[in-house]
């Protein structure tokens, strides 16, 4: 199956990152190499482009799309949150987007998507030992139900978590097909005629298995560090857990104000680190929701080093 994937907000990001030719950017999440290409696109030889996936298929089809760049390139098959081991180089720009590529969701084999029926999966390092079969066959009742509850939203997750448990007493719990019908069986009729059923509880595995959240709070730190002064960092999300994550972080580099609330004036003289470039994060268009739906959740925060 060929690695096909839509780049979102990929102007916004670009004209975000404020290019400069003989820059340093990283791409902390490379896919299909779309948003790469156009930074590389923009770098003479005196630049440099760093890029980062754990996906091996992903990996392996960005560094071929991007190996007749004139830049200087640096590839790294690794979790963006180990970046500090790997890169040390100041970076003008940083950019990472957090959703899941349409070759991942389409390509059955990988088990992210819950249209298809294909055996449980969901890692986007599939040579990691945790799979979404490894967490609904071994984890208890009260783990999935949390898991369910805080990474999904899920307002049925002890209801899920239960009959995920008390099936895989007589069976081993092998599709993804297999778990849609317990989460089916799991709600009431009027959840099942809202969306999708499944969607939140696959959500909430594909975090657990890939450590979604917390490589996130570990790599916006990473990434903060690598900024040279004057550098901006590009995050896009795509659920609200990410986006939360992403905006208190940002906001922490904006005030830094230990003083106590009902001091008149600041005496801390603690200076921001950041500035926001996006008051409001910025959303897809009309016409790039019209060529990709996948895009409609989508939300980019971008924040400058001072």
Do not use: W
């Not at 081991?85 to 987007?97: F, K, Q, S």
Request: net charge neutral; aromatic share 8%; glycine share 4%.
């Amino acid at each position: 199956m060929e690695f096909k994937h839509v780049s979102v907000l990929l102007d916004e990001c670009i004209e975000g990152l404020n290019i400069r030719p003989d820059g340093v950017y990283i791409d902390a999440t490379m896919g299909g190499a779309g948003h790469s290409l156009e930074i590389c696109k923009r770098l003479t030889e005196a630049g440099t482009f760093i890029g980062l996936d754990r996906d091996q298929e992903a990996f392996a089809v960005a560094t071929k799309r991007l190996e007749h760049t004139n830049c200087k390139k640096q590839f790294i098959r690794s979790d963006f949150s180990c970046i500090a081991d790997y890169v040390t180089d100041a970076a003008d720009g940083i950019l990472a987007d957090l959703g899941v590529s349409s070759y991942q969701l389409d390509n059955k084999d990988r088990g992210f998507s819950y249209r298809e029926d294909a055996v449980l999966d969901m890692r986007m390092d599939q040579t990691s030992p945790i799979s979404a079969k490894t967490v609904v066959n071994t984890y208890s009742v009260q783990d999935l139900s949390y898991i369910i509850s805080t990474y999904g939203e899920e307002k049925y997750a002890k209801s899920i978590a239960s009959n995920i448990v008390k099936y895989r007493e007589n069976k081993e719990i092998e599709t993804t097909g297999e778990l849609i019908d317990i989460i089916r069986s799991s709600m009431p009729a009027k959840s099942l005629r809202e969306k999708h059923p499944a969607k939140r509880t696959f959500q909430a595995i594909r975090i657990e298995v890939n450590t979604e959240l917390d490589s996130l709070k570990k790599g916006l730190e990473s990434f903060f560090q690598l900024l040279k002064p004057g550098g901006r960092m590009c995050i896009i999300t795509f659920h609200s857990l990410e986006d939360r994550i992403v905006k208190e972080y940002f906001k922490s580099l904006v005030n830094v104000c230990t003083c106590p609330p009902e001091f008149p004036v600041c005496v801390c003289n603690k200076k921001p680190l950041a500035k926001i470039i996006t008051k409001k994060p910025i959303l897809p268009s009309d016409d790039e929701l019209s060529q990709n739906p996948r895009s409609k959740s989508a939300k980019l925060r971008i924040i400058e080093k001072l």
